[in-house]
T-cell receptor, first 112, second 116 residues
Framework: LAKTTQPISMDSYEGQEVNITCSHN???????ITWYQQFPSQGPRFIIQ???TKVTNEVASLFIPADRKSSTLSLPRVSLSDTAVYYC?????????????FGTGTRLTIIP | DSGVTQTPKHLITATGQRVTLRCSPR?????VYWYQQSLDQGLQFLIH???????AKGNILERFSAQQFPDLHSELNLSSLELGDSALYFC???????????????FGAGSRLTVL
């Protein structure tokens, strides 16, 4: 499973766009990139998943360059409720990557 | 509601004791993953079961064991408990993402274990 590197923490003001980048230099051909959000004392929640280029859903966008060695989660116009820890996870449990290990995540704090 | 059910939500016990945590995956999901999260720590993968069979082990202590039953619910048994075992224990099952077609994890609300 590809090891990931993310910033430990980030601060942003309400209403701003937030971009969190994850590095995964040894990503494998069959690996997907998945982002999860975790609030204190709750289980992580799936945000978005992609393989290449750009994916967008109702809550976020995921940008993946052609070499796939990094990815950027983009949260548009954040609010206080977006304060959480965000995890980048690389792999696909459908291809034998059962040891899905999360990194330390990025603690995002939204400032009023 | 994620559809993954974990019981109990909270558990307080003493060192040396044994506890059992229970997880029921989403209806139709065959996989169960167990994770441990200590205070201000990341999620540590413990073990994965698929349709009753162990598929992968992470950094799971020998004092811990798990199993998945024919009805697909899973139990995580923690014995000879130590203070350091105090943590949130999460269970997850896998579902297919409608956009990518790949599988993602859906987590339960967790069981908070406090060892005194």
């Amino acid at each position: 499973l590809a090891k990931t590197t993310q910033p430990i923490s980030m601060d942003s003001y309400e209403g701003q766009e937030v971009n969190i980048t994850c590095s995964h230099n040894n990503i494998a051909t069959n690996d997907y990139i998945t982002w999860y959000q975790q609030f204190p004392s709750q289980g992580p929640r799936f945000i978005i998943q992609g393989y290449k280029t750009k994916v967008t859903n109702e809550v976020a966008s995921l940008f993946i360059p052609a070499d796939r060695k990094s990815s950027t989660l983009s949260l548009p116009r954040v609010s206080l409720s977006d304060t959480a820890v965000y995890y980048c996870l690389v792999g696909d449990i459908g291809f034998g990557n059962e040891k899905l290990t999360f990194g330390t995540g990025t603690r995002l704090t939204i400032i009023p | 509601d994620s559809g993954v059910t974990q019981t109990p939500k909270h558990l307080i016990t003493a060192t040396g004791q044994r506890v059992t945590l229970r997880c029921s995956p989403r209806s139709g999901d065959l996989s169960v993953y167990w994770y441990q999260q200590s205070l201000d720590q990341g999620l540590q993968f413990l073990i994965h079961y698929y349709n009753g069979e162990e598929r992968a082990k992470g950094n799971i202590l020998e004092r811990f064991s798990a199993q998945q039953f024919p009805d697909l619910h899973s139990e995580l048994n923690l014995s000879s408990l130590e203070l350091g075992d105090s943590a949130l224990y999460f269970c997850a099952s896998s579902v297919e993402d409608s956009t990518s077609g790949a599988n993602v994890l859906t987590f339960g609300a967790g069981s908070r274990l406090t060892v005194l």
